[in-house]
């Protein structure tokens, strides 16, 4: 009788998984229903504008809505692709009630809870652990929003619509950060991430020079479509550009510019990559016309070369790239230094004056100190050459929203921020790289604060609220990411795609 070895039987092979679609086949037919879409809205246009284009809208809001569903990581990619081209563009203008950014973000946002809710159910979704930034950042987020208004009903007062949605900013600044702390897990995510805003900053840096050396077709679009109430000849004073606002296109360069140089000095970027994209971004610096920008610059350079001091020794060397940053970006530069008054101040921060002193402080008392004023920091001017008086102090800009509470957490978030900054840069690579570019980041802002609220800025707080989703994820990250066979990091495809490999950096280069 044969005897029959069960244990040396071979196993038998692991019943494969049900095929599924890749994203290629998604996207290829996501691209022909679009295309699709496309040609039926053109032909519909032609007989009836609104509803053709009404069909383009809603099929490309599909797709989108899809795409973010299906990978969630796609949601953010599409919004900074996308975030500083159409942020400046008016509510009303294209779409009824909000920028077509916001647009953008609500939908990519149902895409991502739609690609959760899916995963929840299968169990393949898990929450995050929280951290004392998550804390921080949500006591922030209260004492923003329903803090101010709780303060109105104590003072007996009813929230008008206008103060009911100026609580939103805020709201939409931690959607983005719950957004990026969820689906941008991976090294390759996260240099995707960079890739897009420092390209994106090279792109609005490139349209300032233009705007300031007249271009007309710059000029021409920027007026038509952005800029559509203000005179042809005023718009190349400055570097507005696709941001509408110097102040905002200003701190896009700046945080663009620093990030740039945090991953050349940690080996993510290529060196001529580097040195391209600095150069653009740096005259971009001059072309915003903006002091808070070049003391912004002043700030990040100063921490710039005490946290990388090689930068230091390299400096010979890019002293012609900066020499030509000076030369395109000259005519900006020169026309702001010629507007200062017989005091040695720009002319524009005596108005900023002039506007605290008449109409903010007087309405500050001891209740208003401790329960803010309102949640609206635009007053109706009294004079027929303005329609509104702008709150142009960051710090009294909290005072007047939420008073002393809102102030102290947001001291409180800064002072988690920085540390959780100074933990993280520490690490190898692009992770390590966001860490140092958001403590700089972080810096200049405390500075330029004392100005203006940049942290509520357009194209600024979705900048800073997106590093600040790295960075937490990182500082909860215990082993995401691995060494292979070849010595390199390859990341776990957390996100769905397929993570390449990154080279490890010597923690000798990196200080």
């Known amino acids: 009788m044969t005897r029959i070895d069960l244990g040396s039987a071979a196993p038998a092979p692991p019943i494969p998984p049900p095929p599924t679609l890749g994203w290629r086949i998604v996207l290829g ?59 400046g563009i008016d509510r009303n203008n294209l779409i009824p009630l909000v920028r077509p950014n916001e647009a953008v973000l609500a939908l990519v946002l149902v895409g991502a809870l739609i690609g959760a809710y ?35 009903l104590i003072r007996g007062l009813t929230p008008t619509p206008l103060e009911l949605a100026s609580v939103l900013p805020v709201c939409k600044l931690v959607a983005v ?16 991430v960079i890739r897009l805003i420092v390209w994106s900053g090279t792109l609005i840096a490139m349209i300032a020079v233009m705007q300031t050396l007249d271009v007309a077709p710059v000029i021409r679009v920027l ?62 610096v001059l072309a915003a016309g903006q002091f808070s920008t070049w003391i912004a610059a002043v700030v990040a350079g100063a921490l710039l070369l005490w946290r990388f001091p090689r930068l230091r020794r ?53 209740l208003h100190i401790v329960l803010g004023v309102s949640t609206n920091p635009v007053l109706q001017a009294p004079e027929t050459w303005r329609s509104v008086i702008y709150l142009e102090a960051g710090y009294l800009y909290f005072l007047w929203i939420g008073g002393l509470p809102l102030l102290a957490a947001f001291v409180w978030l800064s002072v988690v921020v920085l540390r959780t900054a100074r933990a993280v840069r520490l690490r190898p690579g692009v992770r390590g790289a966001c860490g140092a570019a958001l403590e700089i980041v972080w810096w200049f802002l405390l500075v330029l604060t004392v100005l203006d609220p940049h942290l509520t800025l357009r194209g600024t707080g979705d900048l800073i609220f997106v590093l600040l989703g790295i960075v937490v994820a990182t500082s909860t990250d215990h082993g995401v990411a691995a060494l292979d066979e070849t010595g390199h990091r390859r990341a776990v495809d957390l996100d769905g795609w397929n993570a390449g ?11």
Do not use: K, Q
């Open 29 to 87: 037919a996501g691209a022909a229903v679009a295309l699709g879409g496309y040609g039926l809205g053109a032909l519909t246009a032609s007989v009836e504008p609104v509803v053709g284009w009404g069909i383009v809208g809603g099929l490309a809001a599909l797709l989108l809505t899809a795409a973010a569903a299906y990978r969630p990581v796609i949601a953010i990619y599409v919004y900074l692709a996308t975030l500083p081209f159409v942020a």
């Open 118 to 152: 899916v995963r929840c159910c299968r169990g393949a979704a898990r929450p995050p652990a929280l951290t004392r930034l998550d804390l921080a950042l949500a006591a922030f987020t209260l004492l923003s929003t329903a803090w101010p208004l709780a303060s109105l």
């Open 177 to 192: 950060y719950l957004l990026v702390r969820l689906t941008v897990a991976t090294d390759r995510a996260i240099v995707t």
């Open 314 to 366: 390299r400096f010979t060397r890019i002293t012609p790239l900066v020499a030509v940053a000076l030369i395109v970006g000259a005519p900006a530069l020169i026309a702001r230094l010629e507007g200062f008054s017989e005091l040695g101040l720009p002319v524009s921060w005596l108005g900023r004056w002039d506007n605290l002193s008449n109409f903010y402080l007087p309405r500050f008392d001891f």
């Open 501 to 511: 490999p990154h080279p490890v950096v010597d923690h000798r280069d990196t200080r």
């Open 223 to 284: 007026h038509t479509i952005y800029l559509p109430d203000v005179a042809v000849e005023e718009i190349a004073e400055r570097g507005t550009t696709t941001l509408a606002s110097p102040i905002a296109t200003g701190d896009f360069i700046i945080i663009a510019l620093i990030l740039v140089i945090c991953c050349s000095a940690r080996g993510v970027i290529r060196a001529w990559e580097g040195r391209v994209l600095g150069t653009v971004l740096g005259t971009g």
